[in-house]
C-alpha cells in the first residue's frame, strides 16, 4: 500500500531510505479547492505499490481567507513543505486542471525547468487540451524534455511502468 503524506505531517525521511521507497510529489492544480482531487485519485490508483511515498500537498483542512504571507507561519510552513518535498522527490507530478489557472503549479514547473537537470528530480506533466497556458506548458515541456501527456489516464499508463522499473532496482 502506497503511503500519502500530507502537510503538516512531514515524511520520515529514515523510514523512506530504509525502505528504498519511491517518492513522488503531486505537484498541481489545486484553486484553494476548486480543481479536481486528482492526487487523492492518484492516491488509489498507486494503492498497489509498497514502495510509494506520495506527497500531497491537499491539506484537508484548508483556510482559503489565510493571508498568503510569508509573515504567516501557517502559510509559510505549506510553502516550505512543498518546496522540500519537490527537493527530496524522486519524481514530481505536475497536473494542470483545465477549469483551473494554476499559477502555483506553472510556478513550480518553471522551478524545476530552470535546474535544467543538474539535480533536479524526473518529472511527468499532464496538461490536458483547454487548460489556459497549454501552449507555454508546451514550450517548458519541449525545451526541457519533460513528458507532457494530455489526459489523467495517459499519466497513470506513464506512471506505472516507471514505478515497475524502480521495484526492480
Known amino acids: 500500500m502506497a503511503i500519502v503524506v500530507k502537510p503538516p505531517q512531514e515524511p520520515n525521511w ?6 528504498r521507497s ?3 510529489f503531486a505537484a498541481g492544480s489545486i484553486e484553494q479547492g476548486s480543481a479536481e482531487d486528482w ?7 498507486l494503492n498497489e505499490y509498497e514502495n510509494v511515498v506520495l506527497l500531497n500537498p491537499r ?3 484548508w483556510d482559503s481567507s489565510m493571508e498568503q ?6 502559510f509559510k510552513a505549506q510553502v516550505e513543505w512543498e518546496l522540500d518535498g519537490i527537493s527530496l522527490a524522486d519524481l514530481v507530478i505536475f497536473y494542470f486542471d483545465p477549469n483551473t489557472k494554476s499559477p502555483i503549479t506553472l510556478l513550480e514547473l518553471g522551478l524545476l525547468a530552470g535546474m535544467d537537470g543538474t539535480i533536479a528530480p524526473d518529472v511527468l506533466v499532464c496538461c490536458p487540451p483547454g487548460y489556459w497556458r497549454r501552449g507555454n506548458v508546451e514550450i517548458v515541456c519541449n525545451r526541457y524534455k519533460f513528458p507532457l501527456l494530455r489526459s489523467y489516464d495517459e499519466l497513470i499508463g506513464r506512471l506505472k511502468p516507471i514505478i515497475g522499473e524502480r521495484n526492480e532496482i
Not at 39 to 45: G, N, S
Request: proline share 4%; aromatic share 4%; glycine share 4%.
Open 14 to 19: 529514515g523510514d523512506v531510505v530504509a525502505n
Open 59 to 61: 491539506r484537508d483542512e
Open 39 to 45: 492526487q487523492t485519485k492518484l492516491a488509489a490508483d
Open 69 to 74: 504571507s510569508a509573515d504567516n507561519p501557517t
Open 22 to 24: 519511491f517518492v513522488i
